[in-house]
């Protein structure tokens, strides 16, 4: 059983060995391709290893118990740890992915509901903020679109690790899962009767990765400048600043006019435009895969229903996995990883029986 980690244990001493080597750090780019790989080795060996000294220490333990009854119990217990180490690494071994993890750029969309909308849109954005911040991520802004009300529009934002995280820790791996439709039931602050009103807000999770190539030929391109709006500095509405580039090809677009200058406003724009077709890769790959190898819970479709948040009942309910709780207030500010990780744990199952 697990025949196939020694060659993983090899490989992992011999990426340690380059690791250590000074030389390696003089291409940047090899440095995060052998440090990601290390990452992702290194809870296979450390697992690997614990799974074999608790056959060691069973073995023992059943030896003695023919001599001491007492024995028989630790046994049983060692078997049950063993047990466990053996289903977390048959986890980690499931073959990863290209953009296993991939940092991201996270996309709120205000959506049905207007301003209420967009006040639900700035609650998302502050509970994947303190989310980020319970990881040690560092938080980007990229654009963003304020409401008349508060809230915004739309908003982009970047999410990178520090470091090199370990697998299934990266804020693609954690966040893959929260890309469609989050739903909204509460009396908005623009009604007067006390109703329970629905709306809704899309959310977008582009992988930002180097791990996939994408050729962006600037003959695909149109980029068109104007005139930004809404809140700023003096910039804002006096100069021609705001850039939005189509990708000719896929009709794919992306627009920033946060930035003062239009260069950084271009690159902002470039940054997300890539982040958007390495998504579409993404999609295209899925789309080709059989129905045994896609999950349902980390769908591409924007525009599933995903979660509702009750405000009335302090309840959230995830409805592709089932997940409910009744502590919405404490997922908002930023305790979401069980509800995450129902989803980490339906895609693994999903994943382990399509390699069956």
């Not at 992702?40 to 069973?58: C, F, H, P, Q």
């Given at each position: ?37 290390h990452a992702a ?84 954005v502050r509970m ?128 920033c006019q946060n ?98």
């Amino acid at each position: 059983m697990f025949e196939r980690v020694e060659e993983l244990v090899t490989e992992n001493a011999d990426l340690e060995a380059q690791l250590a080597d000074p030389a390696l750090h003089s291409d940047p780019k090899a440095a995060r391709r052998v440090g990601r790989r290390h990452a992702a080795l290194r809870n296979i060996v450390e697992t690997y290893g614990r799974w074999k000294r608790l056959g060691s220490d069973l073995e023992a333990a059943a030896e003695m118990a023919n001599a001491d009854p007492e024995f028989a119990a630790e046994a049983v217990e060692i078997a049950a740890e063993r047990d466990a180490a053996a289903e977390k690494l048959t986890a980690l071994l499931i073959p990863a992915e290209p953009l296993d993890g991939s940092d991201v750029i996270l996309e709120i969309k205000s959506g049905e509901g207007g301003d209420e909308s967009a006040l639900f849109a700035g609650d998302l954005v502050r509970m994947y903020t303190r989310y980020a911040e319970t990881h040690g991520w560092r938080i980007e802004l990229i654009s963003a679109v304020e409401s008349d009300l508060g809230g915004y529009k739309d908003i982009a934002l970047g999410i990178k690790a520090k470091g090199v995280p370990e697998r299934g820790e990266s804020p693609y791996d954690r966040l893959r899962y929260e890309g469609g439709v989050h739903r909204v039931q509460r009396v908005p602050v623009t009604e007067s009767q006390g109703r329970v009103h629905t709306s809704a807000a899309g959310v977008l999770v582009l992988p930002e990765t180097e791990e996939i190539e994408i050729e962006i030929d600037p003959n695909d391109l149109k980029i068109d400048v104007y005139r930004s709006s809404g809140p700023g500095g003096q910039s804002v509405n006096t100069t021609d600043s705001a850039v939005r580039i189509t990708h000719l090809p896929t009709g794919v677009v992306a627009a920033c006019q946060n930035e003062k200058s239009q260069l950084q406003n271009k690159e902002a724009a470039l940054r997300v435009l890539r982040a958007r077709l390495v998504a579409l890769e993404e999609e295209r790959v899925a789309a080709e895969a059989s129905d045994t190898r896609r999950s349902q819970v980390r769908t591409v479709d924007r525009s599933e229903r995903i979660r509702t948040y009750n405000y009335p009942e302090n309840r959230i309910a995830d409805h592709r996995t089932g997940y409910k709780s009744y502590n919405l207030d404490q997922v908002l500010d930023g305790d979401l990883d069980p509800v995450i990780q129902s989803c980490v744990e339906a895609d693994r199952a999903a994943r382990i029986a399509g390699d069956s």
